[in-house]
């Protein structure tokens, strides 16, 4: 799968939640050869709380910094089918610098590819290969997983992005307006924040419209009562 253009660390919104999954994601960039680093990591979060925009925003900023190949590779678990047998990706797999391996949940039902994807993250731990993975549950739930991957996963240094307070997803809409030039009272900024939208990627994707909308009307400032309109349209409430 490719890498998403806009999952970079400067589209990135930090905020108390996911500061210290930031910090890290940025230091593996800068430097993952680093011996402070823990060579490999765990992600957890819900969906929609920035996993996989860290986790390709540390592929994108060391390609941008080696264009050699190889650097960086980010993979779906769920395309990991050549596990299954010992061929060209897991070679590709043993010798890629920055390994990241997202929705780790998965392969909950592809129990011979856990068990391959297991024996890699043990022989890139012995070779101090750097590892990222990413899971929408915390591991200790992942009890479907072959015992060698929910081992490994222990094993790892574990980071938790936390579901999004009202601060943080202010600020993910406010950013959405900025860059689309588009002015947005305060209170009109809090009126979306707040519709009952959990995944922030879906609370994303309500604001583009409506800066859409903005725009294809002709207006200059989005008002409350189109902001309700077009979230109760939407089947945000009901």
Known sequence: PALLPAYRFDNFVIEDNNRQAYTMARA????????????????????GSGKTHLVQAICHALHDDDQETGVCVWTQAISLTSLEAHGSQRSALDRVHVLLVDDIQALEDRPTV????????????????????????S?????????????????????????????????????????????ARHDVIQRI???????????????????????LRGQDELTDRLVSREI???????
């Open 28 to 47: 593996i960039a800068k430097d993952p050869t680093s011996a402070s680093i823990p060579t490999q990591i765990v992600l957890q979060g819900a969906v």
């Open 114 to 137: 856990a068990k391959r994807l297991a024996q890699v993250l043990d022989e890139r731990r012995k070779r101090g290969q750097r590892t990222v993975l990413a899971t929408d549950r």
């Open 139 to 183: 591991v200790r739930r992942l009890t479907r997983l072959p015992e060698e991957l929910q081992r490994a996963l222990r094993d790892a240094f574990q980071l938790a992005l936390l579901p999004a307070n009202e601060r943080f997803r202010e600020r993910v809409v406010r950013v959405r307006f900025d860059r689309a030039g588009i002015p």
């Open 193 to 215: 924040s707040k519709a009952p939208i959990a995944d922030i990627r879906v609370l994303e994707g309500l604001t583009n419209r409506l800066i859409a909308v903005s725009a």
């Open 232 to 238: 109760y349209q939407q089947g945000y409430l009901r």
